[in-house]
């Protein structure tokens, strides 16, 4: 067993040893939204958003990146678990920002070993095999924050699938402060009809 695993456990241990009444909790979120945010284990929603187990949805990403599976995830939200509003939230300093669909694909197909980055650029291993179907994904990458917030709020607001009666919030996440900070265009783009 991998000392991560043991730390896991361990944790999971005093968890369930103080979890109390949180079994009755209900399947729908309490305070009925759902959040959309970037996996990088900087940021935390239950505390930047002030949340307790139950409170809502979280579904998070590399980036952030409103694909088909978040789409997925949020239309399951609202339509079978109640949630009435959605904020989708990027944050500075991204990785998603470090490189592009071509760098990716190039890496892939060298190897599947972990690539390193430096003031050049990415580097690979090299030492193969590698795959060339890296090259064939959109990977979601991020050019411009407050762009990308925008686009994806707009990507949730133009599905089908979504009802124009709920509102999306755009904001992007300081990750040297912990403020959340509007992208005005994309609430724009957000608001309910």
Known sequence: MSKIVKEVLSANAKYV???GDKGNLPLP???NFAILTCMDARLDPAKFAGLAEGDAHVFRNAGGRVSDDAIRSLVISYKLLGTKEWFVIH???CGMEKFDNETMGNLLESSLKTSSVDASGWHD???GPGTTDGKFIQWLTIRDQSQSVTEDVMRIRNCSMVPSAIPIYGYIYDCKTGKLIEVPEATEA????
Request: charged content about 40%; glycine content about 18%; overall charge negative.
């Open 190 to 193: 957000g608001k309910p009809d």
């Open 91 to 93: 944050h500075t300093d």
């Open 29 to 31: 979120p309490g305070r």
């Open 17 to 19: 040893a103080e979890f």
């Open 125 to 127: 291993c090299g030492d």
